[in-house]
T-cell receptor, first 113, second 115 residues
Framework: DAGVIQSPRHEVTEMGQEVTLRCKPI?????LFWYRQTMMRGLELLIYFNNNVPIDDSGMPEDRFSAKMPNASFSTLKIQPSEPRDSAVYFC???????????FGDGTRLSIL | AQKVTQAQTEISVVEKEDVTLDCVYETRDTTYYLFWYKQPPSGELVFLIR??????QNEISGRYSWNFQKSTSSFNFTITASQVVDSAVYFCALSEPSNTDKLIFGTGTRLQVFP
């Protein structure tokens, strides 16, 4: 079975540019999560969806961040405009149910210059 | 408030040694779930185990074992006869149905196994 698929694996861009991260969850998983990992703050939950509906976006750092899930097999996390402090590894994860194991993608390593 | 503490920032052992990674959690709920994840140097996060709060039986999977003790709010992870491939950062995490099932991660323990 295919796992969670994230793209791109690496992204380097200049500050002020729009960045779009993509995620395809495991088929049949109803929950999708976006995390950010940095050395300073560790793993932080940004937002999660249940059946394509955003449930908790309290972790989204500011209005520059937005996430969508237009269908059960695709989600995007967008940063506009990007800033150097957004540099991090962004993970997408999916699970069958809320308290079931989350399966993570390989992450997107984002560098904002 | 829910919280997960992994007091050991970094542990170094020599191959074949046993090593225990500590995890202490805080919760007010009676129903909750505990998890361990492994993050090898390649960066991906790999699920290892899930345990619910009503199941205090210890679990063994090959060289891995987990000791869940509600009395001390701990969910420790032991690797027996460690190998170089066990080198990774290990995260303990907690979720509570009353808190929308969000995973709250500890800060992780970096394990280095030397040959």
């Amino acid at each position: 079975d295919a796992g969670v698929i994230q793209s791109p694996r690496h992204e380097v861009t200049e500050m002020g540019q729009e960045v779009t991260l993509r995620c395809k969850p495991i088929s049949g998983h109803d929950y999708l999560f976006w995390y950010r990992q940095t050395m300073m703050r560790g793993l932080e939950l940004l937002i999660y969806f249940n059946n394509n509906v955003p449930i908790d976006d309290s972790g989204m750092p500011e209005d520059r961040f937005s996430a969508k899930m237009p269908n059960a097999s695709f989600s995007t996390l967008k940063i506009q405009p990007s800033e150097p402090r957004d540099s991090a590894v962004y993970f997408c994860a999916s699970s069958l149910a809320g308290n079931q194991p989350q399966h993570f993608g390989d992450g997107t390593r984002l560098s904002i210059l | 408030a829910q919280k997960v503490t992994q007091a050991q920032t970094e542990i170094s052992v020599v191959e074949k040694e046993d090593v225990t990674l500590d995890c202490v959690y805080e919760t007010r709920d009676t129903t909750y779930y505990l998890f361990w994840y492994k993050q090898p140097p390649s960066g991906e996060l790999v699920f290892l185990i899930r345990r619910n709060s009503f199941d205090e039986q210890n679990e063994i999977s090959g060289r891995y074992s987990w000791n869940f003790q509600k009395s001390t709010s701990s969910f420790n992870f032991t690797i027996t006869a460690s190998q170089v491939v066990d080198s990774a950062v290990y995260f303990c995490a907690l979720s509570e149905p009353s808190n929308t099932d969000k995973l709250i991660f500890g800060t992780g323990t970096r394990l280095q196994v030397f040959p």
